[in-house]
């Protein structure tokens, strides 16, 4: 197969030093990137029928992208339809059967592009002569008119089978026609001739190729850059091997990893029991003692819990007197009221009571002073209405 080539040689130079008629050659544009539409030199035979001259060779320049004589004249022209012809079966195809008496050209190109495919990628190469001479291609041509009456001339490039050099790349290349003598048989050989020892695959070893930049796939893509050899990258780490190689001295190292970190853990632990014990007043216990053998540590009073030296000073609080009034009062503060130093026991004897002051009993403790009373109450003589207000001071003995 072949789809896009590079021409950008002058006329002089398709025609081979020859003088020749060119028809049409104001619409050849040279390009790195010819693809199926363009406009391309083509070298056919001329028999002279329209303009009484001899028969010979013209340099006409057509279109790639052959459009049948028997297309409709209403029909918009396909020229990637037919860009190229298998040429093992050009006898058998009514397109180009009836071409192959009169109707065969030659096209010269400097090199073309093919594809090798490797996966959803495609990588370009071109093809080129060593010596950088042009390639001549074996090809068909036909004519075809429009509505308008517009003459449309076209081409198509015939194909063989890949030659053992680039089986590697594409299973089809163009019909190279490598010397002289097989270009003028193809062009000007009778129509009963044999042609089918021009059409099979070029098995000479002056033919190069060399990757270029995928950028030419875009026809758009016109530069000198498309014929620049490029460096392609290796891709030995995608290797499904190598992956699983990888994988597995990752999880080989993992394990060693978590090995090492156990082992440290055990040391760690093991350092941890056979550190020097040092208690709370500077003494030093030996190591490897046994955890059963170990004593609870006794803290300093400064640093027991506030919880249980409170419940110590409470153990050790005395203990009050039988009928003592356990709510203490500050000093200063009974000292100055005489009316808290003093109980009021009302009696009422008939119509008339009587008032009797109490001897209080003073028992100091620290900063507190506590105060008692006799557990036996006084009785006075007789019994009057203020029975109820004694038994209330009682109740509320305030201090």
């Not at 490039?157 to 590697?168: A, G, K, P, R, Y």
């Not at 002073?369 to 029975?387: E, F, I, L, S």
Request: proline share 7%; with cysteine.
């Amino acid at each position: 197969m072949c789809g896009r080539c590079r021409c950008t040689l002058r006329p002089h130079d398709v025609s081979r030093g020859r003088t020749l008629r060119h028809i049409n050659m104001d619409r050849y544009r040279p390009s790195y990137n010819v693809s199926p539409g363009f406009n391309v030199p083509v070298v056919r035979r001329d028999d002279g029928k329209d303009k009484g001259e001899e028969e010979g060779v013209v340099l006409h320049c057509m279109k790639w992208g052959l459009v049948p004589s028997f297309t409709k004249k209403t029909d918009k022209p396909d020229h990637y339809k037919m860009f190229n012809s298998r040429s093992e079966t050009i006898r058998e195809k009514a397109s180009f059967r009836r071409l192959i008496p009169n109707s065969r050209c030659l096209v010269s190109v400097e090199g073309f592009y093919e594809w090798k495919k490797d996966g959803s990628k495609k990588q370009p190469y071109y093809i080129h002569f060593k010596d950088g001479k042009p390639l001549v291609f074996a090809a068909l041509y036909d004519s075809w008119k429009n509505a308008e009456g517009e003459v449309l001339y076209t081409f198509t490039i015939l194909t063989t089978s890949s030659s053992s050099s680039l089986q590697w790349l594409h299973d089809r290349m163009p019909v190279i026609l490598g010397n002289k003598e097989s270009s003028d048989m193809w062009l000007n050989g009778r129509p009963t001739s044999n042609f089918d020892t021009l059409l099979k695959p070029y098995e000479e070893a002056d033919l190069m190729w060399y990757p270029v930049t995928p950028a030419m796939g875009k026809p758009s893509f016109d530069s000198p850059e498309c014929i620049n050899e490029i460096q392609l990258k290796c891709d030995e780490s995608k290797s499904i091997s190598h992956f699983f190689m990888k994988k597995g001295a990752k999880g080989e190292k993992e394990h060693n990893n978590e090995d090492k970190r156990g082992h440290m853990k055990n040391d760690e632990s093991r350092s941890l029991k056979e550190e020097k014990e040092v208690d709370i007043y500077g003494t030093q216990s030996t190591s490897n003692t046994n955890e059963l053998d170990i004593k609870p540590k006794v803290l300093p009073p400064w640093e027991e819990p506030v919880d249980s030296r409170l419940k110590q000073e409470v153990d050790d609080f005395p203990q009050f007197p039988a009928g003592m009034d356990q709510h203490p009062t500050k000093t200063d503060h009974t000292a100055s009221s005489p009316e808290r130093k003093k109980i009021k026991v009302a009696n009422n004897v008939g119509t008339s009571g009587s008032t009797k002051e109490l001897p209080e009993e003073k028992h100091e403790l620290g900063a507190f002073v506590y105060t008692t009373k006799p557990t036996t109450p006084v009785k006075m003589k007789g019994k009057g209405a203020n029975d109820s207000q004694q038994k209330l001071f009682a109740y509320f003995k305030k201090n």
